[in-house]
C-alpha cells in the first residue's frame, strides 16, 4: 500500500490523502495528536474501515484515536441496516465498556480525611483484578434475566434505584437483546463477575470538582460547587463480553472465507445486513451491553453502600448519566438530506447527542446527552455535552479517553508501581490496586493527554466542556 | 533460544514465541500469554488438565488453542503453570491438537496483575522454517 498522508482541514481536523486523491475519511485532531495517531497504524485502520459495505459517509476517528484491532479504538463508522454489516471489529471485545458517574451531596473537606478507609471498604466490596470473583451467584435463569432486562433486572432484585436507570444510556436496558445467542462458553466466563471491576485500564475512581467551564449545563447535570465529590466507574462487560466477540467473529470467519480473503485486515470481518450471523451477533451484542450495563449498576449500588459506610446514612449518591464506549446501535440519522436507520458503530467512542433527540433523558433533553470521558489514574476527567455539530458532523459521537503513549512493557521499565504511589500521594491522590504492576503499567506518564483530547472536541464543536473532575482516591485491578 | 519475547506495541500485548517445532512454538505462545498477567514459574501444578483443539488453519488453530486457555483463567480463575505434552497432527485437511497441562486456581497468594481480553488475529503470523518456528501474536489487554 502507498503511503497515507494526513492533511490538515482545519485546526482541529484532517482527511486522508493516497496519491493525491482524499479518501473517505475525516480525523478529528490538533497537530499534537496527529503527531501520536501517525506513529502507529491508526490511520490505515481508519481507511480500512472507510471500505466496509454500506458504510455512509465518511469513517471517522475521534481526538483520543490510536491503533486498535479491525477498527482504531476512536473510530465511528454509521453502516446501513439495509445493505450494509455489522463488524465485530467495529465495536471491540470489551462490549459496552463504558463509564457512570455519580454526583454526592458530599465536600472534599467531607471526605479527603477517611479517603484511606474508604477506598478499603469499596476494594472489599467491588473486588478488581484478575480471578476476582462476584459477591452475586447467578444461577442459569437469572443470568439469561440479566442478558435480557440488564440494569432493570437489578432494580427488580434489590440493587439500587428507579432513578438510576432514568438516568443511564437506554435507561440500562438494550432493546433488541437476545440471551439464546450468547454462548454457554461466555456465560461461563462471565456468570460469577457480576459487580466486579476487572483489571488493566478499568478503575474506580473519587473524584473532585476542579473547575466549570459552563455554570448552566453543570447545573442541570447536577453539579453545585467546586470541590463536590463525585464517583467515576469504568468498566464493561468482563469475560462474557470478550467471549460473545471472539465466538462471532470465528463465526464471520468460518460463515464468510470469500470476505476474509478479501480484507485488508483479518479482524475486520463483518456479516452483511440481513444474514442470520448478523442478526444473531447483534442480539448477543445488546445482551452483552445489558450485562456491562448490570455490572456498573451493582458497583454503583455497593459505592453508595461503601459510603454510607464509612461517611454515615444521610450521604446521598445519584446517578447522572451511564455511557457506553464500545457499542454498535440503531440510530436515525440525516444524511445527506434524508433520515435513515443506521448502525452507529462507536468502538472508544462517546455517543455525543445533542438537543432535543429524544434518546437523551428528558431532564437533559435541552442541553443535551452528558458525555464521560475519564482521563487516566492521577489525571483530570472530564464531563463534556453533546451538541447540534456532533448531529451534523460525526452521527453524535466524540473522544472517549486519553488513549495510550506507551506499551504495558515499556511502562514497567520506566515506572515502579511503589514509586508512583508515593509521587500521586504527594499530590494527595491515594490509590488501593490489587498489585503493584498494575500501578506501573498504568501511570499517568503511559497516557497522552486526556486535556488536549477534550480541548479538540470542544474546539471541533462536537463535545462541549461542562465540567473538569480531579482524582481523590482510585481503587484499581 | 529465547522461548519468547515482548515486542512493543502501544495499548496492547505482541510478543514472538519460537520453538523448534509448531508444537513446542505453541507451547511457548502460552507462557507468554500467561506471563503477561503472572510468573508462571510460581504458580503451582496443582491441578492437571487436558484440551484438545481442531482447526482447518494453524493461525485459527494458535487462536483457538490461546482462546480455550483464556476460557479457563476468566470461568476458573486458572492460572498456567507448566505444559506437560502438547501435539499438533494433521489428518485430512484438519488440524489437530492435544494439550496436557497444569497449573492452579487463582488465590491472593499469587501476584497477578493487568488482564486478557482476548486473542487476536492482528498480525498474527506463523513462520515454519526447518527446525526453526516463530509465531507471532497481538493480545487485547
Not at chain 1, 458497583?299 to 464509612?310: D, E, L, S
Not at chain 1, 446521598?316 to 454498535?328: F, K, P, R, S
Not at chain 2, 495499548?11 to 520453538?19: E, L, N, V
Amino acid at each position: 500500500m502507498s503511503e497515507l498522508k494526513a492533511k490538515k482541514l482545519n485546526d482541529y481536523s484532517y482527511t486522508v490523502e493516497k496519491d493525491g486523491k482524499e479518501l473517505p475519511v475525516k480525523i478529528y485532531a490538533s497537530e499534537k495528536l496527529m503527531k501520536h495517531m501517525q506513529k502507529d497504524k491508526c490511520l490505515e485502520q481508519g481507511v480500512n474501515a472507510s471500505t466496509l459495505p454500506g458504510v455512509k459517509g465518511k469513517s471517522l476517528m475521534m481526538p483520543d484515536a490510536h491503533q486498535g484491532y479491525g477498527f482504531s479504538i476512536g473510530g465511528v463508522a454509521a453502516i446501513s441496516c439495509d445493505d450494509g454489516c455489522i463488524s465485530p471489529g467495529g465495536i471491540g471485545f470489551d462490549i459496552n465498556c463504558g463509564v457512570r458517574l455519580l454526583t454526592t451531596n458530599l465536600t472534599k473537606k467531607d471526605v479527603e480525611p477517611k479517603i484511606k478507609e474508604l477506598l478499603e471498604v469499596m476494594f472489599r466490596m467491588i473486588p478488581p483484578g484478575v480471578g476476582s470473583q462476584s459477591l452475586i451467584r447467578l444461577d442459569d435463569d437469572q443470568l439469561h434475566d440479566v442478558l435480557l432486562n440488564g440494569a432493570k433486572w437489578c432494580v427488580e432484585n434489590g440493587y439500587g434505584v428507579e432513578e438510576d436507570l432514568e438516568n443511564c444510556e437506554e435507561n440500562g436496558t438494550m432493546p433488541g437483546a437476545k440471551p439464546e445467542f450468547v454462548s454457554q462458553k461466555a456465560r461461563s466466563r462471565g456468570r460469577k463477575q457480576l459487580g466486579t471491576l476487572g483489571a488493566g485500564n478499568h478503575f474506580l475512581e473519587v473524584q473532585t470538582v476542579e473547575k466549570i467551564f459552563d455554570e448552566k449545563t453543570a447545573k442541570v447535570f447536577g453539579f453545585i460547587d467546586k470541590d463536590q465529590i463525585v464517583v467515576m466507574i469504568h468498566c464493561g462487560s468482563r469475560g462474557l463480553g470478550h467471549q460473545v466477540c471472539s465466538d462471532y467473529l470465528r463465526r464471520m470467519e468460518d460463515a464468510y472465507p470469500d470476505i476474509m480473503e478479501a480484507l485488508p485486515e483479518k479482524d475486520l470481518i463483518y456479516a452483511p445486513s440481513g444474514s442470520k450471523i448478523a442478526n444473531e451477533y447483534f442480539g448477543a451484542m445488546c445482551a452483552s451491553a445489558n450485562f456491562a450495563w448490570a455490572n456498573r449498576h451493582i458497583i454503583g449500588h455497593q459505592v453508595r453502600k461503601a459510603f454510607r459506610r464509612v461517611l454515615g446514612d444521610d450521604v446521598t449518591l445519584t446517578t447522572l448519566y451511564d455511557v457506553a464506549h464500545n457499542i454498535a446501535k440503531v440510530e436515525e440519522h440525516v444524511i445527506e438530506g434524508k433520515k435513515e436507520k443506521v448502525w452507529v458503530h462507536r468502538k472508544g467512542a462517546t455517543r455525543a447527542f445533542g438537543p432535543d433527540r429524544e434518546e437523551v433523558p428528558e431532564k437533559f433533553r435541552k442541553v443535551g446527552q452528558p458525555i464521560l470521558i475519564p482521563g487516566s489514574m492521577g489525571t483530570s476527567s472530564y464531563v463534556l455535552v453533546g451538541t447540534k455539530t456532533a448531529m451534523k458532523e460525526t452521527f453524535g459521537s466524540t473522544a472517549h479517553g486519553a488513549g495510550r503513549l506507551m506499551s504495558r512493557f515499556q511502562a514497567k521499565k520506566e515506572f515502579r508501581g511503589e514509586t508512583v504511589k508515593n509521587e500521586l500521594e504527594k499530590q494527595k491522590i491515594f490509590i488501593k490496586a490489587a498489585s503493584w504492576k498494575g500501578i506501573s503499567e498504568e501511570a499517568p506518564g503511559v497516557y497522552k493527554d486526556v486535556d488536549e483530547v477534550v480541548k479538540v472536541s470542544h474546539e471541533a464543536g462536537i463535545g462541549n466542556l461542562v465540567v473538569q473532575l480531579k482524582p481523590l482516591g482510585v481503587v484499581k485491578g | 533460544m529465547k522461548p519468547y519475547e515482548y515486542l512493543e506495541h502501544t495499548a496492547d500485548a505482541k510478543f514472538k514465541a519460537y520453538g523448534n517445532d509448531l508444537a513446542e512454538a505453541f507451547k511457548n505462545s502460552a507462557y507468554a500469554t500467561f506471563n503477561i498477567l503472572t510468573d508462571t514459574k510460581k504458580i503451582k501444578g496443582k491441578t492437571e488438565k487436558e484440551l484438545i483443539v481442531r482447526a482447518k488453519k494453524k493461525t485459527t488453530l494458535l487462536y483457538d488453542f490461546l482462546d480455550e486457555l483464556l476460557f479457563l483463567l476468566d470461568s476458573e480463575g486458572f492460572l498456567l503453570h507448566e505444559i506437560t505434552d502438547l501435539e499438533i497432527r494433521e489428518n485430512d485437511g484438519m488440524f489437530h491438537l492435544e494439550c496436557t497441562f497444569n497449573g492452579d486456581i487463582f488465590s491472593n497468594k499469587y501476584e497477578v496483575s493487568g488482564n486478557i481480553k482476548s486473542v487476536t488475529y492482528n498480525e498474527m503470523e506463523i513462520d515454519e522454517k526447518k527446525d526453526n518456528v516463530m509465531v507471532q501474536v497481538v493480545v487485547d489487554i
